[in-house]
């Protein structure tokens, strides 16, 4: 594939030209030199062929780079970051929490295996069902294969597609799903319980025993593949994922990242105190955890295990994790966080940004610049806010950024 074939496709692209109409050759030259790979991991030529004819770009998904235009960046970047209160809505918590309960109770032997085997509770598989596609209410919008080659060849992570792309057209040559229903999220993702083509590879279970995986269709398939890849990513069986403290008010925001650990107990004698009144067992103070403060010294407080990170691996974000990890609690118990969230609200993303990468500079910080206030975003802050003497809340504030400024 030439760059001057590709440019001049994609010009004429935004320039009038539609690519149902006028085709583009370059993309088509592009997915045609995928074959040799393609037949090594096992993909047909027929399945080649009858999946890849007449396949164009989708150059109106987020997430990709265009020559002459801006790189578009994922939907969840808003222009504003969400805040826990916006994400972890009570409304839509009750709602799928009662529906969860329901599907308890209809899947109650498959759920009864999956904890058997797995040790992952009902309740977290059913939760990560709930949020992915509201127990399979919601219809993902793009045909999989399109996007898998859209990103393949103008994609932020070309590499990653382009083996996603090959392996989703293996899924539909070994006939474990139409090419119909074989929908997907904006970055590739499919069935009831979002897996990426390798990931069905790696974690699909045929739970329901008809031959095949079918996390389309087949609940307990999905919610088994789904507990699958939690214990393949180390879930610990009788583990919780958290649990909300209320935090001394002496606290040192700056310790909540992963790298400090201590023993629950250790937490506790240092002034946190389970929420409610809640006893914990010895196993319980025994096991190491993580502060976790969403909102700084503001809204509700966490100890968080192994399981914690865990969840976050399924999805990398902590409101994701808070999400899945509260609603696995309502399926059992009615009570909301203890805390509430704060009416506390974020900076603009641009503007996390900004305070990431002069963080950066001045040596606080080395994660990346995504312009979210995730947990090495927030110590760092942190650690800013001490070295410059203001009130420590490792929140990301206009206050904070106008200092951070100034002090370039």
């Known amino acids: 594939m030439s ?6 496709s994609v010009i004429a692209l935004f320039c009038g030209s539609h ?3 006028a085709g583009d050759p370059a993309f088509t030259q592009f997915i045609a030199s995928l074959w040799p790979e393609a037949q090594a991991a096992g993909v047909s030529r027929a399945t080649f062929d009858a999946e890849t004819k007449g396949l164009e770009p989708d150059y109106k998904l987020p997430d990709l780079i ?17 805040v826990p209160a916006d994400y972890i809505k009570e409304a839509a918590i009750a709602r799928l929490a009662a529906e969860g309960q329901r599907l308890m109770q209809k899947y109650r032997d498959a759920l009864n295996a999956i904890e058997a085997r797995f ?4 309740t977290v598989v059913l939760a990560i069902w709930g949020r992915e596609t509201d127990f399979g209410r919601y219809t993902l919008p793009y045909d999989a294969v399109r ?3 859209t990103q393949a060849y103008v994609g932020r992570r070309k590499d990653q597609y382009r083996n996603e792309f090959i392996l989703a057209l293996k899924i539909l040559g070994e006939g ?4 119909k229903d074989m929908r997907a999220s904006w970055a590739g993702a499919i069935g009831l319980t979002q897996f990426l083509p390798s990931e069905y590879y790696k974690h699909g279970v045929d739970l329901d025993g008809d031959g095949r995986i079918d996390i389309w269709h087949s609940v307990p398939d999905a919610l088994a593949s789904a507990a699958q890849q939690l214990v393949n990513k180390g879930w610990q069986s009788g583990v919780r994922w958290a649990y909300e403290v209320e935090a001394p008010a002496n606290v040192d925001c700056t310790l909540g990242v992963p790298e400090v650990t201590k023993p629950i107990g250790e937490w506790l004698r240092e002034g946190f105190v389970p929420v409610r009144g809640q006893k914990l067992s010895a196993a ?13 010294i503001y809204g509700p407080s966490f100890l968080t295990t192994k399981n914690y990170f865990v969840i976050k691996e399924y999805n990398f974000s902590d409101l994701y994790v808070l999400f899945v990890g509260h609603l696995s609690d309502r399926m059992v118990s009615p009570q909301p966080f203890a805390t509430p969230w704060s009416a506390s609200r974020q900076l603009r993303t641009a503007d996390v940004e900004a305070m990431q990468r002069a963080l950066t500079r001045i040596g606080l910080y080395k994660d990346k610049l995504d312009g979210k206030a995730g947990m090495l975003t927030r110590a760092a802050l942190g650690a800013y806010q001490k070295s410059a003497r203001l ?5 990301p504030s206009e206050a904070v950024l106008r200092s951070i400024s100034a002090a370039r």
């Open 284 to 296: 319980e103070l025994a096991q190491p955890a993580s502060l976790l403060q969403p909102e700084g």
């Open 147 to 149: 996007v898998m080659a």
């Open 391 to 395: 009130k420590v809340d490792c929140w």
């Open 176 to 179: 474990n799903v139409a090419r």
């Open 19 to 21: 690519p149902a109409l």
């Open 119 to 122: 040790g992952v509770p009902a």
């Open 66 to 82: 265009l020559p002459g235009r801006p790189a578009t960046g994922a939907p969840s970047q808003a222009e504003f970051v969400q």
């Open 3 to 8: 760059r001057l074939a590709f440019v001049a």
